[in-house]
């Protein structure tokens, strides 16, 4: 092709584009032009069709608008990767304009025209796609299963006759197991058949080179058994029509060939049967003219043997009129061409009344009606046992028809032949829509699929079995059977269908459930009562001693209680109560308990508890709840409670010794006015000690320089790159070693050390940022993370301090994310909010630190200029072992995604753990398999080394 261009030729730009447009639209995949910041610039018709939009709307739109996995922040990712690899094809979905996802996949080229930088989309609908390679799936398990069910073997050659798959049933069958015979020739592994298998081959190759199907027969014998197998050999091709191979379908014909041979015996047994049948038999020509007969007729007939019965009439045997009836009787047959049975009564010459059984069919040959045959028997034994047993059936119909049990009969393949009652009462359905219907087909559900499983397993096993089934009726009631399935036997002992005989039991089920309500649960205000919260704290207690965790014990009792009692009476006591216990709901975590233990104590256990001051934050927030004003009986009432507070394993490692360890403290809660709340006293004593002596240590480590930033890398899981760090404070201490945050930092903030020591971290991990940044060149610059305290806020003009240290080190504050815990949106302060607000307008990144693992509400993320959240570690801990964690793992990264927050993931040991909060959408992580925290040299090194740490 020439390198001249359309321009050389000629064509003017407005020409050149409407060429493009043209072309562009005769593409019948959707077609999209979109910009570096995602607007879409250009599209063909085959997108306006694809999406619902017109040209003009999609022009306005944004790609994040159109892919469903793709927001702003994922673009802008999913480009710079495009920037460097030209080309990108990825499987995704697209919304159309009525909210339908489509799967797709989608072709993305970067180019550059005029400086300007694009890209082209190409977006190709996969719906036909995927459901041809789900009927393909299909066809290939319905494929798998007819071999697997197929009583025939089923034999692959190769087109060097080497077999390539064999039935399960090949070494059974040809004596030659699998593993020995598959990849073999005939002529290499045999087995019992006498056909030399040089000859097999020289069939099967037959077969290949004429490319016509033969039928073979392979026959041995089996001990003293005779076997032969007909072999059902066909050519195999490809796709192209050439011939592939050979298929055999191998039928076992032993019995047909035994058949034939005892076909030959049959004629010679023909007459004998005839001759010893019980009834008189006999079978006559068209003209009613015997052609053969037994001895029994000859004796009817009073003759002296069957043969002389041979040629001759009724009218030849018996009198005109018996004569006559029996002619009729053939003549009917053979006018109707059907068989003829009748039961008659007759008087037997005793005088008693008996019955015989006449029957009488037309004899067809060879398609042809060639006479009669016809036999009598005495039937009145039979007749008389009849009677007895349809009264017993009557007698048992009726027990059946006034059970209050509902009996159902299924066949072998679990459906309902019969049921007893006119309705189903649970279903609201007349029984005769039931029957020929299986539990799963109708009603359906979990329930009763699992109920035709049960059917089922008793069919297979042959032994009775039981379930219990629930739901709800027309009215919205609920039900509750029982349900007893027993098998039914044939004369054979083998098992023809199953009996289910199902009890309402929904009375005995109501009861039960009330006897374990008031066993498990207060009845007044519906809160576990002492027992279930004993065996809740059981659980919490191995839980935690197994993962080493922290939990707490609340003991809370309401002040002056006894005096609304003693006022307003018990009723609006009770009434009390009950709101007494909402407000304590409301106060908690979903997955905190609350008891209450007797009269006006509640009790509430508080798992999973990673810091001291959430239980403060928590008991603050009970008292103040408490403290409002109830309206009880018309009337503004106040109370208050006292709270006293137990930690495992602090104060106890039983549940005995912190209950004992919680209502301590709520006494002392008490003794100290009450409204309060108290931690047990023998913690606050131990630890007074220590943290006099550590606020003294903080005071010279600040002037001795004993503290020392690490840094801990934060890496991007798509690229596998360092995209930032989080700065950690460790104090070297000379008698104490190295000391960690959590062993100081309550002091320091109790102390109001806290704001010399924030103010000296943020400004180092300035200075590191500055340092880090500077050496990276055109890439893109790193972001810091460091931690503040609430105290920060509290005790010091933050606003200032950060502006006044920005400026002295040169960071710039899109670099800095500063990281809060949710303790601080309790606070629910406008100061902080304003201050919260000034870091944002300034470019700063606020982040949640430990998101979801405190008590805050998700309207406070609304309320805050939130950005960022992260995701504690024990949450990301157990995600590659249990479903449970990743589930909670995928909620928490849904919830950030709709709140429009960039997540990052704390505690990453493996690759695992980084591939699965990949998948669910996480982007940034950080953790033990990415680095531990480490100095600003090493991180140095690493950075410049640039490997992809996602490997």
Known sequence: MSSTNISDRGLNGAMQLKMLSFVINRIQEAVLI????????????????????TEENLLQMSVTEVLTSLDATQWQMDWQVLQHQQIMIRETHIRNSDATTIPVEIQANYFVDSGQQYCVLLIRNLSAHLEMLEKLREQELQFRQLVKNSPDIFIRYDQDCRRIFLSDDYERVFGVSAAKALGKKPTEVWGRPNMPPAEYEIRLREVMQSGTAQEIELEWMKGKHYVCQSLHAVPERNVKGEITGVLTITRDISHIRRVERELRKREQYQSALIENFPFVVWLKDLDSKLLAANSAYAEFAKVASKE??????????????????????????????????????????????????????????????????????????????????????????????NTPDTIIRYDLNA?????????????????????????????????????????????????????????????GNAWFIHVRIVPEFGDNGQVVGVLAVERDITELMEYRERIHYLAYYDALTGLPNRTLFSDRVNQVLADASWHEQRFGLMMLDLDRFKEVNDTLGHQAGDELLVAVAQRLNAAVRSYDTIARLSGDEFAILLPELRNPDDLATIARKINDEIAKPFHIHKKELFISTSIGIAIYPDDGEDRATLFKSADVAMYHAKNYGRNNYQFYSRELGSKASEYIMLGASIRQALKNAEFEL?????????????????????????????????????????SGLIVEIGEWVLREACNALVSLNNNRGEQSPLSMAVNLSSRQFLYNDLLASVKQILAETG??????????????????????????????EMGITISIDDF???????????????????????????????????????????????????????GVES?????????????????????????????????????????
């Open 34 to 53: 979109c910009d570096a910041d995602g607007r879409i610039c250009l599209v063909n018709l085959a997108s306006c069709d694809e999406l619902g939009y």
């Open 308 to 401: 002389e019965l041979e040629g001759r009439t009724d009218f030849d045997l018996f009198p005109l009129e018996d004569a006559r009836n029996y002619v009729d009787g053939d003549k009917r047959v053979l006018q109707s061409g059907l068989p003829y049975l009748a039961v008659v009564p007759i008087t037997k010459p005793n005088g008693e009344k008996g019955w015989i059984e006449a029957y009488k069919s037309p004899m067809v040959l060879d398609g042809k009606v060639v006479g009669t045959v016809g036999f009598f028997r005495d039937v009145t034994e039979i007749k008389q046992n009849e009677e007895k047993l349809l009264q017993r059936e009557r007698e048992l119909q009726s027990l059946i028809n």
């Open 415 to 475: 459906r309902r032949l019969y049921a007893n009652t006119p309705k189903l009462k649970r279903i609201g359905i007349d029984t005769e829509k039931l029957i020929g219907t299986s539990p799963s087909e109708y009603p359906g559900g979990e329930a009763y699929v699992k109920y035709e499983e049960k059917i089922k397993g008793v069919i297979s096993s042959a032994t009775p079995d039981f379930l219990e089934l629930h739901g709800k009726a027309e009215n």
């Open 710 to 750: 690490f840094y801990q890398p934060q890496v991007d899981l798509m690229s596998g790159s360092i995209v930032g760090a989080e700065a950690l404070l460790r104090w070297r201490n000379p008698q104490l070693g190295v000391v960690m945050p959590d062993r100081f930092i309550k002091v320091a903030e109790e």
């Open 811 to 840: 960071c710039k504050p899109e670099w800095l994310k500063l990281e809060i815990t949710e303790s601080l949106l309790l606070e629910d302060s406008q100061e902080i909010i304003n201050t919260l607000s000034a870091f944002k």
């Open 852 to 906: 979801c693992t405190g008590y805050s509400a998700m309207s406070y993320l609304g309320q805050f200029p939130i950005s960022q959240v992260k995701i504690d570690r024990s949450f990301v801990r157990d995600i590659a072992a249990k479903q449970d964690k990743l589930e909670l793992i995928t909620a928490i990264i849904r919830i950030a995604h709709a709140l429009r927050l960039e997540l990052v993931a704390e």
């Open 911 to 951: 690759k695992q753990q980084a591939n699965l909060l990949k998948i669910q959408g996480c982007t940034i992580a950080q953790g033990y398999f990415f680095g531990k925290p480490m100095r600003l040299r090493h991180l140095e090194l690493i950075l410049a080394d640039g490997q992809n740490l996602m490997q």
